[in-house]
């Protein structure tokens, strides 16, 4: 019987599937964030006031920041204010005494110890707001000025500077406060409102910067 042959099933190798790349499967970076350069300033491209009221006007900014981006951005507008660092070194130099306030303070709920301040009037030197506060809240008068530091005190909401001048040669008056203003006038040395910071009894943020700052460069001997 002629052979027959066995039909041998030829298995093909088919080649890989090529990937096919979609638009749904393309990965794309993000762009990456630019670094604004120092000095660049903000574009405004519209500005709306929300609120003002006797100490302070809220704005509504629609701005492109130094980075590129957009935002709406809502800022507290104050004219500035003034804190006054009186001290008298005639008894003991190196811890001399300071003046500081207590009074209650609706917006935090409590009484609260700090260095006398108050708001610059539109068109008021800074040095002279600070010495018509002193004498009206604690009326005290000083011979020397100096200004300590100045800062923001919060930027990301608040345009406000606040201007720390130091008062020396300090000598007793006769305070004039506003009718709505109860303040306890309250003398004692450097080191022992530095001990009341430590013990966190101290919690308005200007106070302690200034204390701190003077009780520095009091023991650099860079005053």
Do not use: C
Not at 23 to 29: E, I, M, Y
Not at 31 to 40: E, L, Y
Not at 111 to 126: D, K, S, V
Not at 149 to 177: C, D, H, N, V
């Amino acid at each position: 019987m002629a052979a027959t042959k066995k039909n041998a099933t030829k298995r093909v190798k088919s080649a890989p599937a090529k990937a096919v790349k979609t638009a749904s499967s393309t990965k794309t970076k993000p762009a990456a964030a630019k670094s604004p350069r120092t000095g660049a300033k903000t574009k405004v491209l519209s500005s709306k006031v929300v609120f003002k009221g006797k100490v302070f006007t809220v704005h509504r900014d629609e701005v492109i920041e130094p980075g590129g981006s957009r935002n709406t951005r809502e800022i507290i507008h104050h004219n500035g204010s003034v804190v006054i660092l009186a001290v008298d070194e005639s008894k003991n130099p190196k811890d001399p005494d300071v003046i500081l306030e207590r009074q209650y303070r609706h917006a935090a709920g409590q009484f609260l110890l700090e260095l006398p301040a108050g708001r610059i009037e539109p068109g008021e030197a800074p040095l002279a707001a600070a010495k018509r506060e002193m004498i009206e809240e604690t009326g005290y008068r000083a011979k020397r000025w100096s200004l300590l530091t100045k800062y923001f005190a919060s930027p990301g909401f608040l345009g406000e500077w606040m201007q720390i001048y130091l008062a020396r040669e300090i000598r007793e008056g006769i305070a004039q406060p506003e009718a709505d203003e109860f303040i306890d006038v309250i003398r004692m040395p450097l080191s022992e409102a530095l001990a009341l910071a430590s013990a966190n009894k101290i919690h308005d943020g200007k106070t302690l910067i200034g204390l701190m700052l003077f009780d520095r460069l009091l023991r650099e001997g860079r005053l």
